[in-house]
C-alpha cells in the first residue's frame, strides 16, 4: 500500500468513526458566526415588529413611530400592515395640520421663515406642511421603489399620498406632483419597460393630469406606446395600453371613414412587422387578436375602429390577415400560436359568409392535426375546439 492510499485510508476510517466529514475550523467559525449574525438580524426584526405594532395599537403617531416604520418596511417592503400602520400616523398628522387653521398672518410663534416659504408657494401654513410631508414621504420610497420595482404595495403607497395632497393642496401645486411622478414612472420603465406596476400606475397618472388640466393626454401616450415598443416588441403592457388609446384617440380626433381604415391599416402593418420578427411572441398575438376583435359584429366589448363596416370589408381584412399568417409557417412550423391565429381567422372568415367553405375547412383539419402534435399536453382543448368548429 502506498502512503497516498495509506493516507486516505486513515482520513475515511476518522469521517467514518465521526460520522461527519473533516471541515476546516475556519469554516466552521465562519458558518456559526454566519447564524448568529442571522439569529441576532431576526431577533432584531421582530423586536421592531412588536415595537411599532405596540406603538400604533396605543395610537402612539409620533415622529419616532414613523421612523420606526420606515426602518421595518426599509428591511421588508412588503409588509403591507405596516404601510397601513404608516398611513395611519400620516393621516393623523394631516388632519392634525387642516384642524390647526393657522394662516400666515398674525402669528409671532411661528417662523418668519415658514410664512415666506408658505406665501412664495402659494399656500396656507397647513398646506405647506402637508406638502413638505408628502413630498417627504416620497422621497422616502424611491430607493424602495429602485430596489423593488415590482412591489405593489410601494407604488399603492405613491398613490395614497398624491391623493392626499390632491384633496388637501390647491391645483397648482398638486398638478406639480403629478408631473413628477410621470416623469419618475418613465424613468422606472425605461429601467423595466415591462413593469406592469409601472404601467398600471402611469395610466393612474395621466388619468389624473388629464382631470386636473382638463386636457387629453392620448396622443402623446399614444406616442409613448410606439416608442416603447420599438426599443421591446414583447411589451404586453405597452401594446395594451396602445389598445386601450386607439378608440379614444378616433373619437377625440373626429375622424371620418377613411381615416379609420388608415388607423386600422397601419396597425395591422405594425403587428405584422412585430410577428414576423419573433411569431413565437404571445404578446404580440394578443394584440393581433385584438384588432381581429374590433372587426367581429358579435363583440359587443370591443370598439369597432372602422365605421361604417359591412361583411365585404371584414372579409378583405380576414383574407389578408389568412394570406399573412400563412406566410409566417415558412421557418416557423414549430409555432403553435401561428396555427391558433390561423384557425381563429378562419372562423371569423368563415362566419362571415365568405367564399367556398370547403378548402379552407380543409386546412383547418390540418392545422388543428399540427396543433395536437406540437402541443399535445393540451390535447382536450384542441378536441374541444375541432368539436366546436364542426369539422
Known sequence: MTRREKRKEVRLTFEKQHGIPRVSATAVDRSEQAKEKERKQ??????LERNVSDRVKSKDYS????????????????????????????QDAVHREVASGHDATGKEQIDEKDIAAAEKAGLTLPQQEISLLVNEDLQFLIPLLKQFPKCYWIWNHRSWLLATATKHLPAKSTVKLWQAELGLVSKMLALDSRNFHGWGYRREVVQELERLSGSSMAEKEFEYTTKMINSNLSNFSAWHYRSQLIPRLLEEREVGSEDRKKMLDTEFELITRALYTDPYDQSLWFYHQYLLSTLDPGNSQSTSLLHPVTNADRAQYLQQELDSIREMLDGAEDCKYIYQALLECSLRYLEVGSGNRSPLENEMKDWLVELKKIDPLRAGRWRDLEAKMKL
Open 63 to 90: 415622529g419616532s413611530t414613523l421612523q420606526a416604520t420606515s426602518n421595518l418596511l426599509t428591511q421588508n417592503p412588503e409588509y403591507y400592515t405596516i404601510w397601513n400602520y404608516r398611513r395611519l400616523i400620516l
Open 42 to 47: 431576526i431577533e432584531q426584526y421582530k423586536a
